[in-house]
């Protein structure tokens, strides 16, 4: 049974450089969740999608942005990056939306530098 | 606004003995929390949870209790073993909560477990 997988583990970018990180959920799960956390730091929510729809954000601006395509697996897209863009980011998948009662699986997640 | 306090960075304990990991929480609408374990280098891996319609719930050598009147729950894990070493994570959510169906974390807790 593959658990939630993420790719890539690591990448470097620059400044002001656009990049797309991927996420395949548990299987049989139908929701993602998106985290990020910065060294030192628990993880921070980004967005959640369903039904290839963002149900949920945080407290993040437009730059973050997201897809769920029909398979379930999702994207997370971040535009003009800035240094503080630097930290793990984990995607987390469910049944469902509802986190009371639901076992939220992460994966091993995704280091981006923004040098 | 950190509505999840891990207030001990660090704990050190012999193997053996019982480890004893805090967390207090401020939002009085989260009804469910979490308790997961992260190495270095892997995403979070889930431990345990508990709902506010309880106040204990085990599983083997772990133990959480929710102190709801106190917005305080803890990780008891008794023996404590030296593969329990990792950073464990306290986590909230609350459907009715300003973060709906997010998990907010705590920034962590060290554990180390000494032979």
């Known amino acids: 049974d593959a658990g939630v997988t993420q790719s890539p583990t690591h990448l470097i970018k620059t400044r002001g450089q656009q990049v797309t990180l991927r996420c395949s959920p548990k299987?049989?799960?139908?929701?993602v969740s998106w985290y990020q956390q910065a060294l030192g730091q628990g993880p921070q929510f980004i967005f959640q999608y369903y039904e290839e729809e963002e149900r949920q954000r945080g407290n993040f601006p437009d730059r973050f942005s997201g897809h769920q395509f029909p398979n379930y697996s999702s994207e997370l897209n971040v535009n003009a990056l800035l240094l503080g863009d630097s930290a793990l980011y984990l995607c987390a998948s469910s049944l469902g939306v509802r986190s009371s009662g639901n076992t939220i699986y992460f994966g091993e997640g995704s280091w981006l530098t923004v040098v | 606004d950190q509505q999840v306090k891990q207030n001990s960075p660090s704990l050190s304990v012999q193997e053996g003995r019982i480890s004893i990991l805090n967390c207090d929480y401020t939002n009085s609408m989260f009804d469910y929390f979490l308790w997961y374990k992260k190495y270095p280098a892997e995403g979070p891996t889930f431990l345990i949870s508990?709902?506010?319609?309880?106040d204990k719930n085990e599983d083997g050598r772990f133990t959480v209790f929710l102190n709801k009147s106190a917005k305080h729950l803890s990780l008891h894990i008794v023996p404590s073993q030296p593969g329990d070493s990792a950073v464990y994570f306290c986590?909230?959510?609350?459907?009715?909560?300003?973060?709906?169906?997010?998990?907010?974390f705590g920034k962590g807790t060290s554990l180390l477990v000494t032979p």
């Open positions: 986590a909230a959510s609350g459907e009715g909560s300003n973060s709906g169906y997010a998990l907010n």
């Open positions: 299987s049989g799960h139908d929701t």
């Open positions: 508990i709902s506010s319609i309880k």
